[in-house]
């Protein structure tokens, strides 16, 4: 009875992430994402891209990670990866928030998904690294589609973005070059500078 | 290439998810929430629950599920699950969507994901029961947190939710007994009507 009543608590302290925003925005341009909707894209897109990994990899294990990956920006909130000041403490305000927010679960379940979360941001397990990659490229993909419309308003060149997202290829190397091409054809259509 | 082409443009096109809304609101009823964060919240919480299953399950099968069970109404739209009349065409138009949807994706791919959804709409297996009980529960727990916004709003009785969630129990006792403790809870504050 406590362990349900637990489970359900967090359930309903993680819809918090459905009024976390990301920089991007949807591909219509329409308005930026939220972290809830960007974690089912995120999943969608490994579920459809897996064949894509450059490992054998645990396809659960990565759908899993890109549910969870984002809980932590409840209390931390979005950190945008071309900001290397909000970048140097990021880590320790995820950590805390990670503390905090998974161990509203049963024990269990805490150990569980803060592990996962920690594998995910640690970058050694193959599941980590094309979780990474397809975390990567579902913002690129959107931001192109969009027109470039948030590196505009924060000043990402060309060259930013293939320097931040070249460890895309450790993760899948047939969408990094997707992404390369993406770049190249924002450049050549004028909504990023080089 | 032709098969990555086809899986990007499948990704893209149902980035449309995040702007279906649906009747319920955030835990918090600051706004109704979109099909995209709500098949996040619906398979976190599959993931979370899981152990509340009447039968033994695959849960990746019903994240999957999750994940894609709502893809449809980005041409069908959300149907009120207490709107009968709605409800007579639906199963029609979301055949529709689906065969239009899935069908972007490679043949393979196509068949496995329109086949996962045609499980969930047919709740003959296990995963499917099991699927469409948390999907209810997330919206009742949502509802009941918002102090039943939505309820209010389409003047939905205690009698019409036990009536049509009663079916919860198929996939889930435990979540039933939640639900209907929620419920008079909900009267008994009164902002429920029996």
Known sequence: MERIRAQIAFILEIDKLKSVFRRNY???GSRVENDAEHSWFFAMAALILQEHAVDSIDTHRVIEMALIHDIVEIDAGDTLI????AKQDQAAREETAAR???FLLPE????????????FEL????ESRFARAIDRFAAIILNHSSRGKAWKEHGITAER????????AHGSPALWEE???LIDDAVARGFLKE
Chains 1, 2 share one sequence.
Not at 82 to 85: C, G, I, P
Not at 113 to 118: E, I
């Open 179 to 181: 992404v390369r091409m």
């Open 82 to 85: 071309y900001d290397e000041e």
């Open 108 to 119: 269990d379940q805490a150990s569980r998904y803060y592990g996962l979360w920690r594998e």
């Open 26 to 28: 949807l591909s219509d």
């Open 100 to 102: 905090r927010l998974f």
């Open 123 to 126: 970058q050694e397990s193959p």
């Open 161 to 168: 973005i293939r320097e931040i997202n070249s460890r895309i």
